[in-house]
């Protein structure tokens, strides 16, 4: 049935491009306007979207107004990895959707004491992130079944798990691989 009416609408446009060079060259910029359309769309839903850090709470690795390509695909397929910089649908039901660094698996004992991070009592160490380190204290608390513990980077200045609790699998839209705004801030992230 699709070939079949591909085929019509190439033959339809063969006939257009005989008759008059002008009604073709508009006949093939609108479809190809079309095609460009649907190609973005079914990205921007499936594959990758683009994303705005709202606030102070991921400094120093992301600032306010950064955005960001998110990769939507990569948690179909693997599960997430701890230290990762992940998108999801903000806990707060505001349509809104947040940006901080995954810390700690479902089943796994989250503590923390004077702003250092233990995962099942062992000090959790990110190489390479530059975090904010704060004195606050959290837990412990076990991360429920398919849910994730997450915190900002800036931690003093940071509304994460410690503030409204776990994030659930279903709600994670996808991984931040990279800024691309503004020029000065480019970077893949880790």
């Known amino acids: 049935m699709i070939k079949s009416r591909y085929a019509k609408w190439v033959d339809y446009k063969a006939k257009i491009k005989a008759e008059s060079a002008i009604k073709y060259f508009i006949l093939d910029g609108v479809e190809s306007i079309i095609v460009a359309l649907g190609m973005a769309l079914v990205i921007k839903t499936y594959i990758l979207q683009t994303s705005l850090v709202y606030s102070g709470s991921m400094i120093p690795t992301l600032g306010i107004n950064d955005r960001l390509i998110v990769n939507k695909v990569i948690y179909h397929t693997r599960a997430p990895i701890r230290g990762e910089i992940v998108l999801f649908e903000s806990p707060y039901k505001d349509k809104k959707e947040f940006v901080k660094r995954l810390i700690a698996y479902p089943g796994e004992l989250v503590e923390v004491k004077r702003g250092i991070i233990y995962i099942n009592g062992t000090q959790l160490v990110l190489a390479g992130v530059n975090v904010q380190r704060d004195y606050s204290y959290y837990g412990p608390e076990t991360v429920p079944e398919n849910s994730y513990f997450v915190m900002g980077d800036n931690r003093g200045n940071s509304a994460d798990s410690r503030v409204w ?26």
């Open 165 to 190: 609790g776990f994030v659930p699998r279903n709600e994670l839209i996808g991984k931040a691989i990279f800024t691309f705004w503004p020029p000065s801030r480019v970077q893949v992230l880790h």
